[in-house]
C-alpha cells in the first residue's frame, strides 16, 4: 500500500499544470510573446524544409491563416 501511494505521489508530481497562468508582470507578457514568436518561427522553418506529401504535413503545417504556396 506504501508503494502505490508512493507511485501515486511521484505520477502526480511529473505531470505538468493544466494551464499556464496568465503572467502578471510587463516583463513576464514580453516573455511570453517572444517565446510565442519564436516558436512560430521555428514551425514556419520546419515546415519550409518539408516535404509536402510527407505524413503530417496537413497537421503540422497548415494553418487557416497562412498564406498558399
Request: aromatic share 8%; hydrophobic share 25%; proline share 7%.
Amino acid at each position: 500500500m506504501i508503494l502505490s501511494l508512493t507511485a501515486l505521489a511521484t505520477a502526480a508530481c511529473t505531470f505538468p499544470a493544466p494551464y499556464e497562468p496568465d503572467p502578471t508582470s510587463v516583463y513576464q507578457w514580453e516573455r511570453r510573446q517572444e517565446e510565442i514568436t519564436r516558436r512560430e518561427a521555428e514551425r514556419r522553418r520546419l515546415c519550409a524544409i518539408r516535404n509536402e506529401d510527407s505524413e503530417g504535413y496537413d497537421r503540422d503545417c497548415r494553418r487557416s491563416g497562412d498564406p498558399q504556396s
